[in-house]
């Protein structure tokens, strides 16, 4: 058997219904923004495997740095314990995060990233005796597949198998342009109840929506309106941090700043897993105590992992450089080219472009499932056609490692210009 009939035999993939799917290209090269299979096969990675690998495969300073950690102290516990990396990285990311941000706290992906989130805001309340149980979050935000990430989000086939089991979410309309005003009605409605401990947003852009985009400006108003109510916002930046948006944070577009971040994916340049949620001073003296109890009980074996720290500082500092600069404002322009063009197009409903994010909704009949019949035509001709490309519904995003190179984006344009005549 080859490498695909064997994933078959052994492996259980995410987000697939096994009983419809056949064999999965099986990777065993990657260089730059190219994937070769087992069979030569080759594919641009148009979507940096799932928005994290902006530096591209196999980058040298990446492996350099996971190497010389790795033949100094790979791993060392967290609990009762520091290391340097991690150290070196707190320090690092606090320089760059919005100024109110004081302390990380370490995990090891997105979803925890906001469990954590969730969980020191509502135990904020707890230590203080105060019963505040409920989040806000938007309608159709995705934060995750654990428990409270899961109850966050409101894409329902991720998480109606588990209604009953969650946290309590009361869901926010999206603000996006000429709902802003009812958006924060509904919020301040909410919020004058008293009953939530958090709001949990995507800034600017909600990425599994099919990257749906709102205004810093409607979202520095809800921050507001959360700070008159006494009620904590989290920024789920697991997607839009590092770069995705133009700026090291889509907060960095913001006038008011968040209580809490999220942050992952990127953070190691797609090499090892690792995420941090960042807190205001108030949130970490909310657990300070003589009481034991009221301490923040929540961690994981590879907490600030330091051979994940050190990927994570080479990382910030490929996305620092000028050359990484210069990329992503690059590929911005092209994107905004391709949108003009495919705006023109009469099977094109809708473009949105975002820092390196590109958006294209194709306008069909009816309402298009999220893993439905088109969508899977879709993702097939993307991959028959050498691009990797994971539509939503009728909605087609590029999101490319910033090293991609004109002629590379060329051809991703080429092939989602034909995947737009697809019936």
């Known amino acids: 058997m080859n490498l695909s009939e064997k994933d078959q035999l052994y492996n259980w993939h995410p987000y697939t219904q096994h009983q419809t799917v056949g064999l999965l290209p099986a990777i065993v090269k990657g260089q730059g923004a190219v994937l070769w299979d087992e069979n030569g096969n080759e594919y641009l990675d148009a979507i940096a495997s799932w928005w994290v690998n902006p530096y591209g495969h196999s980058n040298p300073v990446m492996a350099e740095a996971i190497y010389k950690q790795l033949t100094t102290l790979e791993h060392v516990l967290f609990g009762g ?61 995705f934060h995750g597949d654990t428990f409270g990430a899961m109850a966050s989000s409101g894409i329902t086939f991720f998480t ?100 809490m971040l999220c942050l992952s994916k990127a953070l190691t340049g797609g090499t090892i897993p690792m995420a941090i949620t960042s807190f205001t001073q108030e949130i970490f003296d909310g657990f300070l105590d003589t009481d034991v109890n009221k301490a923040l009980f929540h961690g994981h074996t590879f907490t ?65 499932s999220y893993y439905g019949n088109f969508r899977n035509r879709l993702y097939q001709f993307f991959i028959q056609n050498g691009v990797i490309l994971r539509p939503v519904g009728n909605i087609v995003y590029i999101l490319p490692p910033y090293i991609m190179t004109d002629a590379q984006l060329e051809k991703v344009y080429e092939v989602v210009e034909a995947a737009v005549e697809i019936d």
């Not at 490929?318 to 099977?347: D, T, V």
Request: glycine fraction near 6%; include cysteine; aromatic fraction near 8%.
């Open 81 to 141: 314990f520091t290391n340097k990396p991690a150290v070196e990285l707190a320090e690092k990311l606090l320089s760059l995060l919005p100024s109110n941000q004081k302390k990380l706290f370490f995990s090891d992906n997105g979803s925890t990233a906001v469990e954590v989130a969730l969980k020191a805001a509502m135990q904020f309340f707890y230590n203080k005796k105060e019963v505040r149980r409920r989040i806000l979050a938007f309608d159709d935000a």
């Open 160 to 259: 109606e198998a588990f209604q009953g089991s969650l946290v309590d979410v009361y869901r926010i309309p999206v603000p996006v342009q000429g709902q802003e005003a009812h958006a924060l009605q509904v919020l301040e409605e909410q919020l004058q109840t008293g009953e939530f401990a958090a709001f949990i947003f995507e800034p600017l852009c909600q990425g599994a929506a099919g990257m749906v985009m709102y205004s810093a400006e409607v979202l520095d108003k809800m921050i507001l309106l959360c700070r008159k109510y006494g009620v904590f916002t989290i920024a789920d930046e697991v997607m839009t941090g590092f770069g995705k948006t133009g700026k090291n944070f889509a907060c960095d577009y913001l006038t008011e700043q968040p209580d």
């Open 304 to 368: 600030a992992n330091p051979t994940g720290c050190a990927a994570a500082l080479a990382s910030i500092a490929l996305l620092e450089s000028e050359e990484m600069q210069a990329n992503i404002q690059r590929i911005h322009k092209h994107h905004l080219a391709f949108a003009e063009k495919m705006n023109a197009h009469p099977r094109v409903k809708t473009t949105r472009v975002l820092g390196v994010i590109f958006a294209l909704e194709i306008a069909r009949e009816g309402v298009e």
